[in-house]
């Protein structure tokens, strides 16, 4: 150790002067390294559930909007540093405020520094346009060089677990990392709501609305025309009032025909003790009613005994039988009051035969009238049905896609605000100091490396030193025999 502190005891000043020239060509070299600025801008980015502002315009439309999943945070980040959305800042910004001049020079030392820089330039672009004739470089235009410096001075982060998304920009001026970020940030909200925009969804559901709208229009005109040409009101209380005259006719007919065959050319006369064992005409018993048919006095209808004449013909006949029954009691069967007592209840029973012959006509073609519009409304109810069917169809697309169609104008509607689920937390700042070079960090290790390099110069001095400097160079000295020390007059060894 005494022989190392000797040696950088003979170089001390040399390694001084090391340590000292290190600092100063350190700090002539920070002369002439570009300044670095960083400007930030954090965004928020809304995960899970969040409520947003309605548009005045759409405030009772229910609008929730469900946020973003942390997985898609990683798509925001690649959407913020896609090349389109680079080259989109560099055309906002323009050409120009790539361009960036130094201030004019004041002082000797500054306009030095200036002619030092140009210097440094000219060199810088000889060596790029060698490196471009060798093919080491492509040829690149001022907007592909501006492009290239933003994409590799822009880094886009997520701040460790949060939903917190920070971008940043580190250029050579201050301002322009600023208006950098500033504009990435605008361009990437606006192209944010251009992606997600579904295009061309209002127009689609509109034209979807417009068809359906038609064919609901078709099928309310065809249910109208329908009941129009079958003259259907009320179809339910319809039938039940045809289907409740239709079993009182049935009755009446049955009525009618029990009666036309006790009324019948054919049958018997009655003469002497049988003649006692007639049954008069109107109090003939009725036959039973269809099941479910109502009493016949509910029919619109009116029975045979409703009308006068029949009533009267009834009556007259009961009354000749009776005078009959009375005239074979004192008179044979071939007397003449007899015969005529007959003849005028043959004439009376023919007469009564032929109205209720009309009469069950009228009925029955009634109940057949009655028949065939049951079976029109029938028919008719069916095609309802299937228009109804139709309709209900129709009408529940025609609900969906005017839900759809809500939800996409309330979605156009928010575009237009801006409301999406990324918010500005802390907009682009313009830094005060630069971040690099840290020049007293710098400057306060080119001291310590100094003093090292010195000390590495001094001992590799001294290792190639082949000198004698006093008695312990010569008692090291190899095959030399050190005898003491020798004075000259002067008094020097």
Do not use: C
């Not at 470089?137 to 949060?162: F, G, H, M, Q, Y």
């Not at 003449?336 to 004439?347: A, C, F, G, N, P």
């Not at 190639?464 to 020390?485: I, K, P």
Request: avoid cysteine.
């Amino acid at each position: 150790m005494s022989e190392i502190g000797r040696a950088l005891g003979y170089h001390r000043w040399l390694i001084v002067l090391v340590a000292l020239g290190s600092v100063v060509a350190t700090y002539a070299g920070l002369q002439f390294v570009s300044e670095q600025y960083i400007s930030t801008a954090h965004l928020l980015v809304k995960l899970g559930r969040e409520n947003v502002e309605l548009p005045v315009t759409v405030e009772k439309g229910g609008l929730m909007s469900t946020g973003v999943r942390r997985e898609e945070i990683n798509s925001e980040i690649q959407l913020i540093t896609s090349r389109q959305l680079i080259e989109a800042v560099v055309d906002t910004m323009g050409l120009d405020a790539f361009k960036l001049e130094p201030p004019p020079p004041v002082t000797w030392f500054q306009r030095a520094k200036r002619q030092l820089r140009e210097v440094v330039k000219a060199v810088r672009a000889q060596v790029k346009e060698a490196m471009i004739l060798l093919n080491l470089k492509p040829r690149l235009s001022d907007r592909e060089e501006a492009v290239l410096l933003v994409l590799n001075t822009v880094t886009v982060e997520r701040e460790k677990d949060s939903d917190v998304i920070s971008i940043a920009a580190r250029l050579p001026s201050g301002p322009l990392a600023e208006k950098v970020v500033d504009t990435l940030v605008k361009l990437y909200l606006d192209r944010r709501v251009d992606v997600r925009r579904d295009r061309g969804m209002s127009a689609f559901f509109d034209e979807q609305l417009d068809a359906l709208r038609s064919k609901l229009t078709a099928l309310d005109a065809g249910k109208q025309q329908l009941r129009s040409d079958r003259r259907i009101s009320g179809v339910s209380e319809e039938r039940n009032l045809l289907l409740a005259r239709l079993q009182s006719l049935y009755g009446e007919i049955a009525v009618d025909e029990r009666e036309l065959s006790l009324l019948s050319p054919n049958r018997p006369r009655a003469t002497g003790a049988r003649a006692t064992s007639f049954v008069p005409v109107g109090n003939m018993p009725a036959m039973p009613a269809m099941p479910g048919a109502s009493a016949p006095a509910l029919s619109t209808s009116a029975p045979l005994s409703s009308y006068p004449n029949f009533e009267q013909l009834r009556s007259k006949v009961t009354e000749l039988r009776l005078r009959q029954t009375d005239a074979l009691q004192k008179f044979t069967a071939d007397s003449e009051t007899v015969v005529r007592i007959d003849r005028e209840i043959v004439q009376i029973e023919t007469t009564l035969r032929q109205a209720m012959q009309s009469q069950l006509a009228e009925r029955r073609a009634v109940a057949t009238s009655i028949e065939q519009r049951l079976a029109s409304l029938n028919n008719g109810e069916m095609e309802l049905e299937v228009l109804e069917r139709d309709r209900v169809l129709v009408n529940q697309n025609y609900q969906s896609y005017a839900k759809r169609r809500e939800e996409a104008r309330v979605s156009e509607a928010l575009d237009l605000r801006r409301v999406s689920n990324i918010a500005v937390l802390n907009p682009a700042d313009q830094p005060i100091e630069p971040v690099y070079p840290r020049k007293m960090l710098i400057l306060g290790l080119a001291l310590p490396f100094g003093l090292l390099a010195g000390l590495a110069l001094a001992l590799f001095l001294e290792y190639m030193n082949q000198t004698f400097r006093d008695e312990r160079d010569l008692s090291g000295a190899d095959r030399a025999l050190f005898m003491g020390l020798l004075r000259t007059d002067g008094g020097r060894k």
